[in-house]
Each structure stands twice: as structure tokens, then as C-alpha cells.
């Protein structure tokens, strides 16, 4: 199983980016959904996550600016994020909970990073 996050780059204050992961590889089902961002020491904060039948959370830092979504048939998670703010400027990373056979349990997989970084 793999994740492959693409749609980092850079933006001015106030503007906006797509983020998207999509899932591929030996895929039974996926639950959970989300992004992450790098914050000090290695850890991982959530920034957004989404189930499958799209109840969503979002952290407190985002909430009315980013939008979480999801293609089920495309095993692809997306993160829109608009009004962005200097203190966006991070590496994210988006998760997934799949299963890769019917007799299995469900992992966390992680992508790599992809970088935002806002700035004029």
C-alpha cells in the first residue's frame, strides 16, 4: 500500500491550494482519512480527517478555511484550503486506515510530506 500526496507548493497570504492523496496497491477498504502536519519535536498534529461516510474533524487552527473531502471509487482524500495564513507554512502528510485483505485489521499508512509554504 502506498499514499502519494501531491498539490504542495507556494502561495500568497490569502490565497488558496488543493492538496490530494490518493491511496493505491492491495486495498481491501479504507476507514479514516486525514492530514497532518509536522509540528516541533517530530510529532504529528491533525489538521483534518474524514470516515468514509464523511464525518469530518478539524483542528481548531483551520476550521471555517479548510475543507476535507473524499473520492471512495478513487481511494483519494483531499484537502482544500483557502484564506491561508503565513502560519500554514508546514510540511503535511495525509494518513490513511486500510485494510489490504479480508481477513486483516486496518493500518495506518502514511504518505510523504508535501510542503505549503505561505509567504508574499
Known amino acids: 500500500v502506498q499514499l502519494q500526496a501531491s498539490g504542495g507548493g507556494l502561495v500568497q497570504p490569502g490565497g488558496s491550494l488543493r492538496l490530494s492523496c490518493a491511496a493505491s496497491g492491495r486495498i481491501v477498504s479504507i476507514a479514516r482519512m486525514g492530514w497532518y502536519l509536522q509540528a516541533p519535536g517530530n510529532q504529528r498534529e491533525l489538521v483534518a480527517d474524514i470516515s468514509r461516510d464523511g464525518h469530518t474533524i478539524y483542528a481548531d487552527s483551520v476550521k471555517g478555511r479548510f475543507t476535507i473531502s473524499r473520492d471512495n471509487a478513487k481511494n483519494t482524500v483531499y484537502l482544500q484550503m483557502n484564506a491561508l495564513k503565513p502560519e500554514d507554512t508546514d510540511v503535511y502528510y495525509c494518513?490513511?486506515?486500510?485494510?489490504?485483505?479480508?481477513?486483516?485489521?486496518?493500518?495506518?499508512?502514511w504518505g510523504q510530506g508535501t510542503e505549503l509554504t505561505v509567504s508574499s
Open positions: 494518513a490513511a486506515d486500510i485494510r489490504s485483505n479480508y481477513y486483516g485489521s486496518y493500518q495506518y499508512y
